[in-house]
């Protein structure tokens, strides 16, 4: 059973483009959630999602970011007209329905810099 | 902000020593877990302790939990250089999102 993949696992941009990140959960997992972690610091909640459902995206800034988890495929964590505050790891972690306050397997995550 | 606190902030100790790391949380919790992060790497989990447990174990690790000071420690045992890395807490905040603390780097040397 293969765990929880994110790709690209790392990501260069410049100022004003778009960063689109993957997210696969594992296996029989219908529960997303992404996280960002900036340097030196612990992780930060951003959204959660189910499939084709957003259920608390409390952590997301308003502008230039979203997130979607789509009936087939992969969950996509958006970023428009990235700037360079956006530099950070991307985590996301996929969890079976009813666990997500006990069991989230994380992804090794997506390093974005912006440049 | 939910975020919880660590301390310490860095720890530095030599091989066979043990390592104790703090966490304290602000919200009402069921569970409180500890992860392990390998520099520039994912988290791996280490353990969850639940709101009405007190202490757990696991191998070289143990937690505790106290759910009136809102605040758990995690020791480790007779560390070993390959421990070296970064320690967070995380809770549950009695919802499905983890509010993580802010982590300890802990440094083993040989």
């Known amino acids: 059973n293969a765990g929880v993949m994110q790709n690209p696992r790392h990501l260069v941009r410049r100022r004003g483009q778009e960063a689109r990140l993957r997210c696969s959960p594992m296996?029989?997992?219908?529960?997303v959630y992404w996280y960002r972690q900036l340097p030196e610091e612990g992780l930060k909640f951003m959204v959660y999602l189910q499939k084709e459902n957003i259920i608390d995206e409390s952590g997301m800034p308003k502008e230039r970011f979203s997130a979607e988890f789509p009936k087939e495929g992969p969950s996509i964590l958006r970023i428009q007209q990235v700037v360079r505050g956006d530099s950070a790891a991307y985590f996301c972690?996929?969890?079976?329905?009813?666990?997500?306050?006990?069991?989230?397997?994380f992804g090794p995550g997506t390093r974005l810099l912006v440049l | 902000s939910q975020q919880g606190e660590e301390d310490p902030q860095a720890l530095s100790i030599q091989e066979g020593e043990n390592a104790t790391m703090n966490c304290s949380y602000k919200?009402?919790?069921?569970?409180l877990q500890w992860y392990r992060q390998n520099s520039g790497r994912g988290l791996v989990h280490l353990i969850l302790?639940?709101?009405?447990?007190r202490e757990k174990h696991s191998g070289r690790l143990r937690v505790t939990l106290d759910t009136s000071k809102k605040s758990s420690s995690l020791l480790i045992t007779a560390s070993r250089a390959a421990d070296t890395a970064s320690y967070f807490c995380a809770t549950d905040g009695g919802t499905d999102k983890l509010i993580f603390g802010t982590g300890t780097r802990l440094q083993v040397f040989p």
């Open positions: 302790i639940r709101s009405n447990e």
């Open positions: 972690a996929s969890s079976p329905p009813g666990q997500g306050g006990e069991t989230q397997y």
């Open positions: 296996k029989g997992h219908s529960h």
């Open positions: 919200t009402s919790i069921n569970n």
